[in-house]
């Protein structure tokens, strides 16, 4: 999981909150969830699977279906008030704005909603949980990365994230679940393969500039629509190593 650089957000959300709109008006306006979409380069901010691009779902009679959702990293409806980790999480200075403040607003999968058998995660599964003392806010932590992947797929929290930051992976967010872990356990397998292949093009002790190779590795991470971004940043880092 990588921190997401904010954007300036569309002028039809700096509209609705300067004329006090609330956040079921903000919803479903098409451009806020395009920018969303924009900013995150097309997947989802915890999980990163690909996402859906909003248009092709607001069509006639497909309205309300998103199969994206919007997350509040601070919830909605949460119990907690004026709590300084949810000012500094959600990034909003009154917390009953934040639920239309930009920096708390993250765009996400349907976290399994569609599939009868598949385990739910992310903001489906997260629901109203405040995670704000126990994870950083993707949008407005300065970690680089929040989590990195290891060789056979699973996710686990980065170091200098909070403690309590691997229960939220694997229970409140649900990251670790076999599908995902699966997920990313072949792309782990098709990015080694396509380094053997290397290596039999250039010979056994490719590659001889282990950094050049993890620095391309990073750029492919950053590309957008690009799906699982932090297998290929683990694997930079190993690279490095
Ligand atoms: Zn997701
Ligand atoms: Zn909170």
């Known amino acids: 999981m990588r921190r997401i650089a904010a954007r300036t957000p569309p002028s039809e959300h700096a509209r609705l909150r300067a004329s006090g709109g609330t ?3 903000m919803s479903g306006v098409a451009a806020v969830r395009q920018a969303l979409y924009d900013e995150q380069g097309g997947i989802c901010a915890y999980c990163e699977q690909l996402l859906s691009l909003p248009e092709a779902e607001t069509g006639p009679g497909r309205k309300g279906r998103h199969k994206t959702k919007i997350e509040h990293f601070h ?8 709590d300084d980790a949810c000012l500094r999480e959600s990034g909003e200075a009154q917390l009953q704005h934040a639920d239309t403040a930009w920096s708390n607003m993250l765009l996400c999968c349907h976290g399994g909603l569609d599939g009868a058998n598949v385990e739910s995660h992310c903001d489906t599964r997260k629901d109203g949980a405040d ?12 970690v680089q990365r929040l989590a990195t992947v290891e060789p056979d797929g699973r996710l686990v ?3 200098g994230m909070p403690h309590g930051a691997q229960d939220v992976i694997d229970g409140v967010l649900g990251l670790n679940n076999r599908g995902l872990v ?13 380094i053997a292949q290397k290596k039999q093009t250039h010979g056994p002790r490719w590659p ?3 950094n050049g190779v993890a620095d391309k590795l990073e750029l492919e991470a950053q590309a957008s ?7 290929l940043l683990a694997a930079a880092d190993r690279l490095r190593r």
């Open 182 to 194: 699966r997920g990313r356990h072949e792309f782990v397998r098709a990015l080694r393969r396509r």
């Open 75 to 82: 919830p909605r409806h949460s119990k907690t008030s004026e």
């Open 131 to 142: 995670i704000c003392a126990r994870f950083r806010n993707p949008k407005t932590t300065s």
């Open 23 to 25: 956040y079921e008006e």
């Open 208 to 210: 001889t500039h282990r």
């Open 225 to 231: 629509r690009q799906e699982f971004p932090s297998v």
């Open 157 to 159: 929290a980065a170091s």
